[in-house]
């Protein structure tokens, strides 16, 4: 373990993991106990932003070995099992909430992507790393407060009840790629239950989400991604 960011939601804290690789790890024991399903919400949103290709940083499963059980967390301790973990930018500048340097790299882009992103995942507390040594180039970050209730919890009524609802950036449009508006969309149109089902899946059984709430974000995906398709389409 080699820092943190107490200060932000789910505290996360800085580790160099056994792959050599710097990571910025979310566990249980830094979630308030209402909020802890936040980790799985982190897992399933990258996941998710991979399938449409939107610009999400690198994140895995990560094994809390014994030797650092009992470690302080702002809401219990570090306890040994698995938690999830984002690889750590060499040099990021986070920027909050609006889009920037759309003229740099490729963000005219990767900025596609995260209007996708946000809207077909219900974000909100949006939040955009930028790599410094890459000109810029835009990621999308620390999504636990994305789909409804946006309180770090999954919760299937209020899934079903918001499913039909747009929930799109605010952000102006002006100046997007319009292959990439072209690519992400049909990347939602193409998604299907089986790609949905492998991510839902993928959540580890020791985290606190029942199968009914995960059951009902599959469901809450597949139904979302055509209109979320149509909405990108219209911003050009």
């Known amino acids: ?29 830094g979630c308030q106990e209402f909020a802890r399903g936040s980790l799985a919400i982190e897992y399933v949103v990258a996941e998710l932003g991979r399938l449409i290709g939107a610009p999400v940083c690198g994140n895995s499963l990560i094994r809390i070995p014994e030797d650092l059980a009992d470690w302080p967390m702002p809401f219990g301790k570090l306890q ?13 500048v986070e920027a909050r909430p609006a889009l920037q340097h759309r003229a740099q790299d490729d963000n005219r882009s990767r900025h596609v992507g995260l209007y ?16 410094v040594d890459d000109d810029r180039a835009i990621y999308s970050h620390d999504h636990g407060l994305y ?33 990439a508006v072209r690519r992400v969309s049909e990347a939602l149109e193409r998604i299907n239950r089986d790609a949905l089902v492998k ?14 709430d995960l059951e009902a974000l ?19």
């Open 147 to 179: 789909l409804p209730p946006h309180d770090g919890s999954i919760r299937a009524d209020l899934l079903r009840r918001c499913a039909d609802e747009s929930n799109e950036l605010p952000d102006p449009a002006d100046g997007l790629d319009a292959e």
């Open 218 to 236: 599959g469901w809450f995906l597949e139904h979302r991604a055509p209109a979320v398709a149509a909405r990108l389409r219209a911003l050009i």
């Open 199 to 212: 991510v839902v899946r993928g959540v580890p059984a020791s985290w606190p989400v029942t199968d009914d």
């Open 116 to 131: 996708a992103l946000y809207d077909w995942c219900f974000g909100d507390d949006a939040q955009w790393l930028h790599d």
């Open 1 to 29: 373990m080699i820092g943190s960011a107490s200060q932000s939601f789910a505290c996360p804290f800085q580790v160099l993991a056994s792959d050599g690789r710097r990571y910025f790890v979310k566990a249980l024991g």
């Open 80 to 92: 040994p099992g698995i938690a999830h973990a984002n690889a750590a930018i060499g040099r990021a």
